[in-house]
Each structure stands twice: as structure tokens, then as C-alpha cells.
């Protein structure tokens, strides 16, 4: 989706490193949600975002941490603590409207080693 | 929170129609369905999304029933592009904001 810029695309970690995770969004929309995708499975919500300075805990937000102190931005630290740290991390953005969908972008791939 | 739940996989041959459903018995009142295709190490593609009855765009149709506990996403005439993982999405409320959690998907195959 080209009104979010996910980078890197692609992101290597050496294990005990904290790494962060850019979302920049120009959509103008309110709320922006953190997935984390294994390979064959589904989307899984690790943290989202109504508005500023105030984000929610989604089902795997251990070992992650976030902070909204733009409307534009979103970023996601994969923290040491997160046992298995290596996916695909992707972030979707929307806001609340009669016919406003979830747009994604394009994904980081994050590789720790 | 409503549960969405799909068949784990599907197969179709080029220029048939294809038709994917998606069960969510707990939908809330405000809640619409929308329904993503996703290719490999990319993020979803937004397909369609609705609130009741029937919606279709240039791409595909969304059956929704009376009772909204489940919707049926139609994919016409499909050829080997449409090969990917298809999700169905259920909690993007009107007016408001909600935790929105995804299905496991459905992996649609399409042979020649």
C-alpha cells in the first residue's frame, strides 16, 4: 500500500539485540495495529494503536514494545526478551468511516541469528 | 470478539468460479466483513468488504446472509494469479475501533 512505508524490507539481528521496526503512514488515519506472520500461518496481533499516546496490548505482546507520539508513526521494538523473534512483521493502519477498510504495508522481514 | 473460521485450503482449476466461506457466528452488530488476499513476503491486498447482503467490485463478490453468521467470498473465473492465501476479516466497526484479530485463512490453489 503506498500510503505505508514498512522499513527495512528486509532486517538481520545478531540474538540479545533490541531491533526496532518503522511504520510511517500518510493516510491520515487514527489507528494502526502491529501483525506478526510465521511462515504458513496467520496474522497475529501483537499491538495496536487508537490514538495518540495511548496503544493496546494485543494476544502476543510479550518480548515487543511500541510508542505513538505521532499520528504518522508506529514503531515496534522487538525486544531481547521475545524467545523466537524471527517473522514477518507487518503493520496496518484505518480509520473509522462507513466504507474504510485495514490497509497493510508491505511487510519486514525480520531475520535474528 | 468475533471468531472468524475458514477451510484451511482450497482447489480450483483456471476459469472456474470459486467460492470461499467464512463462518463468524459472535458478529457484532456494528461489525463489517472484509476479506484480504495475501501473496508470499507480502502484505494483504484489501478484496472487498461489506455489511449485509451482496457487494461486488471489478474483482469479486461478498454474499452476506440475513443473519450475517457467515459470507461467502465468489472469485470469478479464476486463472493461476489468484493462487495465494484469502482471510476474512470480521470487527472493522462503523464509527469506531476495535482489536481486530484474523483467521487462520484459506490457501486457494488454481491449477491449469
Known amino acids: 500500500d503506498g500510503g505505508i512505508t514498512q522499513s527495512p524490507k528486509y532486517l538481520f539481528r545478531k540474538e540479545g539485540q533490541n531491533v526496532t521496526l518503522s511504520c510511517e503512514q500518510n493516510?491520515?488515519?487514527?489507528?494502526m495495529y502491529w501483525y506478526r506472520q510465521d511462515p504458513g500461518q496467520g496474522l497475529r496481533l501483537i499491538y495496536y494503536?487508537?490514538?495518540?499516546?495511548?496503544?493496546q496490548k494485543g494476544d502476543i505482546a510479550e518480548g515487543y514494545s511500541v510508542s505513538r507520539e505521532k499520528k504518522e508513526s508506529f514503531p515496534l521494538t522487538v525486544t531481547s526478551a521475545q524467545k523466537n523473534p524471527t517473522a514477518f512483521y507487518l503493520c496496518a493502519t484505518y480509520s473509522p468511516g462507513r466504507d474504510s477498510p485495514l490497509h497493510f504495508g508491505n511487510g519486514t522481514r525480520l531475520t535474528v541469528t | 470478539l468475533a471468531k472468524t473460521t475458514q477451510p484451511i485450503s482450497m482447489d480450483s482449476y483456471e476459469g472456474q468460479e470459486v467460492n470461499i466461506t467464512c463462518s463468524h457466528n459472535n458478529i457484532a452488530t456494528n461489525d463489517y466483513i472484509t476479506w484480504y488476499q495475501q501473496f508470499p513476503s507480502q502484505g494483504p491486498r484489501f478484496i472487498i468488504q461489506?455489511?449485509?447482503t451482496k457487494v461486488t467490485n471489478e474483482v469479486a463478490s461478498l454474499f452476506i446472509p440475513a443473519d450475517r453468521k457467515s459470507s461467502t467470498l465468489s472469485l470469478p473465473r479464476v486463472s493461476l494469479s489468484d493462487t495465494a492465501v484469502y482471510y476474512c476479516l470480521v470487527g472493522v466497526p462503523r464509527g469506531g475501533y476495535n482489536k481486530l484479530i484474523f483467521g487462520a485463512g484459506t490457501r486457494l490453489a488454481v491449477h491449469p
Open positions: 493516510l491520515n488515519h487514527d489507528a
Open positions: 461489506g455489511y449485509k
Open positions: 494503536s487508537q490514538i495518540v499516546n495511548d496503544f
